[in-house]
């Protein structure tokens, strides 16, 4: 009795590598997918300590002032904010909205693409007077 040995056919080698193609392209999209979250954790955070830094200089000033805007440098890179103050019903506490962006807005509605929105109610003691010293 004699055995041949076999290989594999044309068929299933190109079934297989098919096979392997689709797992390959699943992993790249997947990688590719990550990098890019990762890429977009990083802006994330990067805005919001540019966030923070522009709502204390917003906080600085005693009533704050409705649509300052400017740029932080954070990570080596330029943010860019706008604010937003809005009365409330308790006499002299205000609402204020910090947006930032990461190019200079196009227009001037401050809803247009923020990448973070942070926002803080401001009374006569929480930020600073006139002369620079706590009430």
Sequence with gaps: ??????????????FALGIFALAALAAVAATSQHLN??????DKSMAQYAAANAMARVSLN?????GAKGVEMVGSR????RSEVLKT??????????????EQPASAEVNDGALVV?????GPDS?????????
């Design 1 to 14: 009795m004699i055995m041949r040995t076999r290989g594999f056919t044309l068929v299933e080698v190109m």
């Design 37 to 42: 979250d990762l890429n977009y954790m990083q």
């Design 62 to 66: 005693y009533p704050p002032e409705n």
């Design 127 to 135: 930020g600073s007077t006139d002369d620079g010293a706590r009430p």
């Design 89 to 102: 019903q308790t006499e002299d506490v205000f609402y204020v909205t910090v947006r930032v962006f990461d």
């Design 118 to 122: 942070l926002s803080r109610y401001l």
């Design 78 to 81: 330029e943010w860019f904010w």
